[in-house]
T-cell receptor, first 112, second 116 residues
Framework: KQEVTQIPAALSVPEGENLVLNCSFTDSAIYNLQWFRQDPGKGLTSLLLIQSSQREQTSGRLNASLDKSSGRSTLYIAASQPGDSATYLCAVRPAAGNKLTFGGGTRVLVKP | SAVISQKPSRDICQRGTSLTIQCQVDSQVTMMFWYRQQPGQSLTLIATANQGSEATYESGFVIDKFPISRPNLTFSTLTVSNMSPEDSSIYLC?????????????FGPGTRLTVL
């Protein structure tokens, strides 16, 4: 059974600092990994999708890496802003099937 | 990408009643997914809804408690039946994108349910 873990559960940084969010998974037989952002009481916004054959994806200030063999993904957010404050979730899709398994999320606070 | 709307956005309900949540997508999709997010928790898949067939429920979720309808390729409903305070959660519907966005999962804004 796939298990997805995100550490730390919460993170507070001053504005301008780079953010590093970690996601680990136990079963490396994945199809893809997706990073989401969730604002309080809201739905999820897709940030980046990494296919199992890819090593990284970039979008603006966001960069996500994937090391499938070690079961890890990292989301980097450069030059953080107060608007980046949210909960960030990673989710893994298995190689067989389409059920996503979510991590517990990392709650980020960027202080002005 | 896919644009998803949900109704209602939030509701406060009495114990023992039922609530039906609607999910509308701006494009035709094969599968729609219903998730639950309990307070302070991550997302858990309730069921997968295919048009024209019975929904497939995950372990711990049953049709009598969470009946789902999927009348066409752009719409689905989830009913939370005989509610108790433990059903207080955010309920989200989700679809997979198509074309260049295939494999990307998109989520609706969620329905925040409070059961008293």
């Amino acid at each position: 059974k796939q298990e997805v873990t995100q550490i730390p559960a919460a993170l507070s940084v001053p504005e301008g600092e780079n953010l590093v969010l970690n996601c680990s998974f136990t079963d490396s037989a994945i199809y893809n990994l997706q990073w989401f952002r969730q604002d309080p009481g809201k739905g999820l916004t897709s940030l980046l999708l990494i296919q199992s054959s890819q090593r990284e994806q970039t979008s603006g200030r966001l960069n996500a890496s994937l090391d499938k063999s070690s079961g890890r993904s990292t989301l980097y957010i450069a030059a953080s802003q107060p608007g980046d404050s949210a909960t960030y979730l990673c989710a893994v899709r298995p190689a067989a099937g389409n059920k996503l398994t979510f991590g517990g999320g990392t709650r980020v606070l960027v202080k002005p | 990408s896919a644009v998803i709307s949900q109704k209602p956005s939030r509701d406060i309900c009495q114990r023992g009643t039922s609530l039906t949540i609607q999910c509308q997508v701006d494009s035709q999709v094969t599968m729609m997914f219903w998730y639950r997010q309990q307070p302070g928790q991550s997302l858990t898949l309730i069921a997968t809804a295919n048009q024209g067939s019975e929904a497939t429920y995950e372990s711990g979720f049953v049709i009598d408690k969470f009946p789902i309808s999927r009348p066409n390729l752009t719409f689905s409903t989830l009913t939370v039946s005989n509610m108790s305070p433990e059903d207080s959660s955010i309920y989200l519907c989700s679809v997979e994108g198509s074309g260049r966005s295939a494999d990307t999962q998109y989520f609706g804004p969620g329905t925040r349910l409070t059961v008293l």
